[in-house]
């Protein structure tokens, strides 16, 4: 069998998490197999449907790595790939199923379905069609036509039997057709509906393995009724699990971040991002973690994929991410952290080299996503700092804070080389010195010059926020402490 796979988004949104999943699955699948990656934009919903939500899915798809063979933007021998401009099929197939006697035109009001709604509401009966225009005649065609009706078209659901399938993820699964009801394959407008518009496209497209969300588990036994209508073999089918959010409510808005794009924001790199969705719900052997997309590509496999809901884990995620932070080369880390501050208003690129490699040097382990750098190295991105509440309290407490962060800005000041070398022997000579352990000279000084007890270490620290501003830095940490330290001397 020759593997054609297609992802087949609404272009109604941002590209979510599970659909960036779902994308990833079908790549991966279709070059383990040697087949072909089609992406369909399933656009006949005319009032959601926008051009920015397409070119939003076009950029999240490209900015984890996603390839597609064929689609809207690329071509291809089964275009066009745009739903809103295949009509013309719809319409063909549409007439295949009325001749054949497997769909009907209805004419009900919307009062008169809700009204039959209702009924069986009151009569505690399931919700559906009950088939009253199934055997119209063409007389009471021709009578609801003459008062301006326009029919949906309906699909004729068998009343008996079963519709079944063997899922490659979740084995044997059967529907009895008596819980389906006739289903709408065409709207009064002429628009098609998804199972229908699905039906014809992947028949159309040659698509042999459909894989997706198991949300849509319920829409097989429709599309499978289609398929046999029209006596055509359907595809393999494969649903993957939802995704939870660690409460094990299914992924939304609640948790945070669901669009790929957000979490670009946050910080996470297309390789991570892309890694990590595909630990949710796939593993090769419950071992490995850590793939490239490559590498991915050639160990995937469909029956791989679990049957059990994955949950999002946010601190796997960062996990996984750090690990290919650290597999870039360093001058790619400087790039990438580079581009990321840009968008966030800090231009590192008029520093040197020089500056940009032991920024990132000193953030070390700590930079699990990009956002880290701003995080952890804002005391060198910006003029001034704001002290920690608790770091400044901590100093307030101690004693004669204000005379050694004065001598260590003129040693710093003094340092004729100032290197991390030199301003490492400056400071620990300054501490034996004044008789105290070097390490709590460089607490006090930390504190004035990231505002934090904790930072890089502080002769990184010091070179990075340069000469002149640590010397301000220190000297206003003193002057402010000698202004509200119970232990400042008073004058």
């Not at 009032?47 to 291809?76: K, Q």
């Not at 597999?327 to 501050?341: I, K, Y």
């Amino acid at each position: 069998m020759s593997v054609r796979v297609r992802f087949a988004p609404s272009p109604t949104g941002h590209l979510h998490v599970g659909g960036a999943r779902t994308a990833l699955y079908n790549q991966l699948f279709a070059r383990s197999q040697g087949g072909v990656f089609v992406l369909r934009i399933e656009d006949t919903d005319a009032e959601r449907s926008t051009h920015a939500s397409t070119a939003a899915i076009f950029e999240g798809m490209r900015w984890l790595g996603l390839a597609w063979d064929e689609g809207p933007d690329v071509g291809g021998a089964h275009g066009p790939y745009l739903q809103s401009e295949r009509r013309a099929f719809y319409e063909r197939y549409r007439e295949a199923l009325v001749a054949s006697g497997h769909a009907y035109a209805a004419y009900d009001s919307p009062d008169e379905l809700d009204a039959m709604r209702q009924a069986q509401t009151t009569q505690q009966e399931p919700q559906r069609y009950d088939g009253r225009h199934r055997s119209l005649t063409p007389v009471q065609r021709e009578a609801f036509e003459a008062a301006g009706r326009a029919p949906v078209w309906r699909f004729r659901c068998p009343a008996v039997g079963a519709v079944a399938w063997d899922d490659v993820v979740r084995g044997r699964i059967e529907f009895q057709n008596d819980v389906l009801d006739d289903f709408v394959l065409v709207r009064s407008d002429g628009l098609p509906t998804y199972n229908f518009a699905c039906v014809v496209d992947d028949l159309e497209m040659r698509i042999s393995h459909v894989i997706r969300g198991d949300d849509h588990i319920s829409n097989t036994p429709r599309q499978l009724l289609i398929y046999a209508a029209l006596g055509e073999p359907p595809p393999v089918y494969a649903h993957a699990s939802m995704i939870l959010g660690p409460d094990g409510k299914r992924l939304s808005k609640r948790h945070g971040a669901t669009s790929v794009d957000a979490f670009g924001d946050l910080g996470i790199v297309p390789e991570g991002m892309l890694n990590f969705l595909a630990l949710l719900g796939w593993s090769l052997d419950g071992e490995h973690e850590l793939f490239s997309l490559a590498q991915l590509e050639e160990v995937f496999r469909l029956e791989r994929v679990g049957a059990s809901p994955a949950v999002f884990d946010m601190e796997k995620l960062e996990w996984v991410n750090a690990q290919h932070l650290r597999r870039l080369t360093e001058d790619e880390r400087v790039a990438r952290v580079g581009t990321f501050l840009a968008r966030r208003g800090y231009d590192i690129s008029t520093r040197t080299q020089e500056w940009r490699l032991t920024f990132i040097r000193a953030l070390g382990d700590r930079l699990k996503t990009l956002r880290d750098a701003e995080g952890y190295g804002r005391f060198a991105l910006v003029e001034s700092i704001e002290l920690d509440s608790e770091a400044w309290t901590e100093l307030l407490a101690k004693t004669d804070v204000a005379s050694r962060l004065q001598a260590v800005a003129e040693a710093i000041a003094s340092d004729r080389d100032f290197t991390q070398a030199s301003l490492e022997v400056e400071i620990r000579l300054l501490a034996t010195t004044l008789g105290v352990k070097a390490g709590e000279l460089m607490g006090l000084a930390r504190v004035a010059l990231t505002g934090r007890k904790v930072s890089p270490g502080i002769f990184d620290v010091i070179w990075l926020v340069g000469r002149e501003r640590a010397v301000a830095r220190l000297s206003e940490a003193a002057v402010r402490w000698s202004a509200e330290s119970p232990w400042a001397p008073q004058a």
